[in-house]
């Protein structure tokens, strides 16, 4: 009871926030579409520019110093290519520009303060990725899920009578009775929303868990081109190495190499796949064409897969339709719970209050 108490009282006010920022981010896209129609008022669905056309546009768009550093192309849905681009150098802030796909046309330039890209910072590290930002989401993570656990324990009928416990009791307060059941029917959702944020949330301590029950890639974050001088191999050119080894794929992400020895990250959707996240990734060596790493459908150990669907499920990602209304309803009970409990606890509080003091009022 305390520790359910203490994580409500302290954590649960962050919790909350982290929940409703959750809930608009599973329709990001929507939500971005609705308050920016102008980034999303493309002329086609076909991606018929070069990808170094769409980078050359976007830095433009912002001015000298700028540098694109990765695109997003339309997935599944209609929508513009998404380049990311850092302003002035390796050390400016990123910012987000919107293009046509068919003809590579700027339809907007974000303004670094545009709410869904906000609220993508707020969630992952509360704006604070510089001071161990996404560690402290971890951590309230940790406390959501111990959360979830200790309340469908404190709800556990006792003495095994079941009867009536799973909806509205009479004789309860609203807040009450809100508390109770949506605590009971959405403690597996929010649940598991808390363990898959934590693992985004510490990705090197994840990975070296799974590995230890179960196959996992090497992380791709030491990947490096060979050293020489010649010409560095173009965008394009690192997509057709990767496209080659997958029969009818489709690019939905392209990563810019960083550094003199960086390599492109070409993100493909095999054919089939239907996850809102694929899993295909190649890494292409900017200079020698060669493959540096892949992993795909065939490629990934069962590790590889249990990391994956950690965002899947986080994002709402399967299940359709129907997933993603699930997880946003998710994203909405950490708030409603922390409120109904306060008003539960401070009920609670106040009626202690009063039977102490009956005995003194009655002297």
């Known amino acids: ?183 009971f029917w959405g403690a597996v959702v929010l649940a598991l929303l808390s363990f898959t944020g934590i693992v985004i949330a510490y990705p090197d301590a994840g990975r070296s868990v799974v590995s230890a029950v179960s196959k996992v890639s090497p992380s791709p974050r030491g990947i490096q081109s060979a050293e020489g001088s010649g010409k560095p191999i173009g965008p394009d050119e690192a997509i057709a190495v990767a496209q080659e080894q997958y029969e009818k794929s489709t690019v939905v992400g392209l990563g810019f190499p960083n550094g003199p020895r960086g390599a492109y990250r070409v993100n493909l959707r095999e054919l089939g796949d239907t996850n809102s996240r694929s899993g295909t990734v190649v890494f292409v060596d900017a200079r020698t064409h060669n493959i540096l790493q892949k992993l795909d459908r065939a490629t990934r150990g069962g590790g590889d897969t249990f990391l994956l669907w950690q965002r899947i499920l986080h994002e709402g990602g399967a299940g359709g339709a129907i997933g993603r209304f699930i997880v946003f309803l998710g994203g909405l009970m950490p708030p409603i719970l922390m409120v109904t409990g306060l008003l539960v606890w401070l009920r609670q509080r106040r009626r202690r209050r009063t039977t102490a003091a009956a005995p003194v009022a009655a002297d």
């Open 1 to 183: 009871m305390q520790i359910h108490l203490w994580l409500g009282l302290t954590l649960g006010v962050i919790g909350a926030l982290l929940g409703i920022s959750g809930a608009v981010l599973v329709y990001d896209h929507e939500v971005e579409a609705l308050l920016n129609p102008a980034r999303y008022a493309v002329s086609g669905t076909d991606v018929a520019q070069p990808m170094i056309e769409y980078a050359k546009r976007a830095e433009a768009a912002l001015g000298g110093g700028a540098r694109a550093t990765a695109l997003r192309l339309p997935d599944q849905d209609a929508g513009p290519v998404i380049a990311f681009v850092r302003v002035r150098g390796d050390s400016g802030p990123f910012q987000r520009v919107y293009l046509d796909p068919p003809t590579g046309r700027v339809l907007d330039v974000g303004s670094g303060r545009d709410l869904v890209p906000w609220l993508h910072n707020f969630h992952e590290s509360l704006t604070l990725r510089e001071y161990k930002g996404r560690e402290i989401v971890g951590a309230v993570g940790i406390a959501m899920l111990i959360s979830s656990l200790s309340g469908i324990y404190l709800w556990w009928p006792v003495g095994g009578r079941r009867r009536g416990v799973f909806g509205f009791r009479r004789g309860f307060a609203l807040y009450r009775n809100l508390h109770y059941v949506i605590g």
